[in-house]
């Protein structure tokens, strides 16, 4: 193989039209464990597509409008984070809401943006609170949606921390995270896939999530236009 021609799997993020016969393609390739490539082509001109193969198709994204944003708000994280992002984390979201109904699509978008940040550097500790180190609470049975009980706050600041409502002074502005919120973002962080996928959350909560992963998200790259539609929208889970 010459250094002129090589192969890859990759995502194709957006498809245009320019020109009278031309088509341009922003595509995701796998690069290594820190992340993606972000590459132009087009069907003339380099890079150029000789051929492809197209191994999923994902049409379903196509049928409901949640789906459809959703996916546009991962394809515009991928190009602005500029490839930096996890190749499988953003394939297996693609392909798990294809086949999820719209409250499933909204509670694997928190997961989605909860993993991007992760992945990004940029997560706050949520494990316990940065004052007086008292932990969140994990009960035995994370799906019990009476667990709900202590609040905790993130602070917006220089210092980005999370503090429990009675290390927080009145006059601090943040972001309200119910212990419910928080084991949420702690079974996406550090158990298996399916635990996260199968917990119940309250409506209080998931809008507590929304608003909080849109603010870090928000802060991590340029404006997100996609978030402007979901953030407005009155979804829950």
Not at 7 to 31: H, I
């Amino acid at each position: 193989m010459s250094k002129r021609t090589w192969t890859s799997e990759c995502l194709v993020l957006s498809l245009r039209n320019f020109g009278e016969a031309n088509r341009s393609a922003t595509l995701l390739l796998p690069e290594n464990e820190n992340g993606c490539q972000i590459v132009q082509a087009t069907l003339y001109g380099g890079p150029k597509i000789s051929d492809f193969k197209v191994k999923e198709f994902r049409s379903s994204i196509r049928d409901n409008l949640t789906r459809i944003w959703c996916a546009s708000l991962a394809s515009e994280l991928a190009v602005k984070l500029e490839g930096n992002i996890d190749w499988n984390l953003i394939n297996y979201f693609l392909t798990g809401i294809s086949r999820s109904d719209e409250n499933q699509c909204r509670l694997a978008l928190m997961r989605f943006l909860w993993r991007v940040i992760i992945f990004s550097g940029l997560a706050p500790e949520l494990n316990s609170c940065a004052y007086c180190d008292e932990g969140i609470r994990l009960n035995n049975d994370l799906n019990n949606s009476s667990r709900a009980g202590k609040s905790y706050f993130y602070l917006p600041t220089e210092n980005a921390a999370v503090l429990c409502s009675a290390c927080t002074q009145k006059n601090e502005s943040g972001f309200k995270l119910s212990e419910e919120a928080c084991l949420y973002l702690y079974a996406t962080q550090y158990l298996e896939p399916k635990i996260s996928r199968d917990m119940p959350i309250s409506e209080g909560s998931y809008s507590e999530l929304k608003q909080f992963l849109f603010y870090l998200i928000q802060n991590t790259v340029n404006k997100v236009k996609a978030i402007s539609f979901l953030f407005n929208s009155k979804h829950r889970q």
